[in-house]
């Protein structure tokens, strides 16, 4: 019996962190596709772009679960809509117009950390000092990266390489919301209803702005909606569900460190499109990795 069920929590860590493995590879690529966006179309454009094409991915869905949505817990499902996809969207389409590819997903892995900073001050999460340690040293290694690893100089990334920093503290309120608010609702449920919630408006918006122009006369235009719908549907629709299945499976914290992985695939995808590495890029890493690390730790 009890070789059963060690055999059985055997079988769901190695199933969490073949699901780690995957999402890390998705996302990880989300940063380079996001630049390809860019090459055409202007970052509230790749934003909405994105939103809308998931939130028209996620309408039959939405359709066929509407009466089983307990819509007591909107809040919620809006909160998740808004920090888990919708502003994450437009902040990193703007800040990679200054950063690259590879720093926005270094920066990215300090969403763990701000999971555990926000769990314990506003989810009621037990606080530890290695976890405090560990967001300092993350905090560090975000720094390092601001200020030395970008080479377009320090006024403009800075403030560009915050909103990846702001990014990253959405998602981190979005995963405690699902931990704590939605762990009984089925994960495509979740995000059917948080994309339509937010998308709509956002298709709205995306017909305001040039993008019907664009996309009719700029050449490149439907290779760049292309590398947007791979983005939206793998990236986004795909990822969404997977993740927030993820949560219901192990918790918020474990789901969090998909982030772990995810540099080491934006720094691959940022070599191979022939971006710049430093030792600056390394460092700051090292330095993130180890608050994750640290902030992992039991007493």
């Known amino acids: 019996m009890e070789s059963t069920i060690s055999k059985a929590k055997s079988t769901e860590r190695i199933k969490g962190f073949f699901v780690l493995a995957v999402l890390s590879i998705v996302w990880g ?13 202007s970052p509230d454009q790749v934003a909405t772009l994105r939103l809308a094409i998931s939130a028209i991915a996620f309408l039959p869905f939405f359709l066929f679960r509407f009466r089983k949505i307990d819509w007591s817990k909107w809040k919620a499902l809006l909160v998740v809509g808004l920090t888990g ?57 975000a720094i390092l990266l601001i200020l030395y690893g970008n080479d377009s100089g320090f006024e403009g990334d800075f403030w560009y390489s915050m909103l990846v920093i702001l990014a990253a503290l959405c998602y981190g309120t979005s995963v405690n919301t699902v931990g704590t608010y939605l762990k009984e609702m089925n994960s495509i449920t979740i995000s059917a209803a948080a994309f339509l919630l937010i ?6 918006y995306l017909f305001s702005t040039d993008f019907v122009t664009r996309l ?31 949560v219901h499976w192990t918790n918020a914290v474990f789901a ?14 940022g070599l191979l499109d022939g971006e710049s590495i430093t030792v600056f890029h390394l460092l700051g890493m090292v330095f ?3 608050g994750v690390y640290m902030s992992r730790k039991k007493r």
Do not use: M
């Open 29 to 41: 690529s989300s940063f380079i596709l996001i630049k390809r966006g860019l090459v055409v179309y």
């Open 85 to 141: 996809s919708g502003l994450p969207a437009f902040l990193f389409s703007f800040a990679q117009t200054k950063i690259s590819s590879s720093v926005a997903g270094i920066l990215n892995s300090l969403t763990p950390l701000f999971t555990f900073f926000l769990g314990v001050l506003l989810f009621g999460s037990a606080f530890q000092w290695s976890r405090l340690g560990g967001v300092l040293l993350g905090l560090i290694g």
């Open 199 to 204: 998308g709509t408006p956002a298709l709205v």
């Open 216 to 246: 009719t006369t700029v050449p490149e235009a439907w290779e760049a909606l292309g590398y947007v719908a791979i983005l939206s549907l793998a990236g986004t629709v795909l990822a969404s569900i997977i993740f927030f299945q993820l």
């Open 256 to 269: 969090s460190t998909v982030a772990y992985v995810i540099p080491i695939v934006a720094l691959g995808w």
């Open 288 to 290: 993130i990795l180890a």
